[in-house]
């Protein structure tokens, strides 16, 4: 399986972005698809996935009522709304897909796309 992410930029505090990801290869593999972010100095963290086949999506606590996730299963896409961001959301955002149960745990990688959230 492979990932393509897109959608990140520069955006101000409050303001929004829709990020992208786009997957291809052996797509009847995928479990879940979901989003990891890694700020500056800081560890890579966990952000939101969603059941490939099903309604299911899992959000970590700091973006709960500001970030959707969503998917797109003929177009192999998944997507992130992210509203209210805040500089701490600043981070480079990686797709990520399972092909087990374990959404916090991804099997695939997909490349980073950079978010800066101005103050």
């Known amino acids: 399986v492979q990932l393509q992410a897109s959608g990140g930029g520069l955006v101000q505090a409050g303001g929004s972005l829709r990020l992208s990801c786009a997957a291809s290869?052996?797509?009847?593999?995928?479990?879940?698809m979901g989003w990891f972010r890694q700020a500056p100095g800081k560890e890579r963290e966990f952000v939101a996935a969603?059941?490939?086949?099903?309604?299911?999506?899992y959000y970590a606590s700091f973006v709960k009522g500001r970030f959707t996730i969503s998917r797109d299963n003929a177009k192999n896409s998944a997507y992130l709304q992210m509203n209210e961001l805040k500089p701490e959301d600043t981070a480079v955002y990686y797709c990520t897909a399972t092909g087990g149960s374990k959404y916090y745990d991804p099997d695939y990688w997909g490349q980073g796309t950079l978010v800066t959230v101005s103050s």
């Open positions: 290869g052996r797509t009847s593999s995928i479990y879940h």
């Open positions: 969603i059941r490939w086949g099903g309604a299911s999506a």
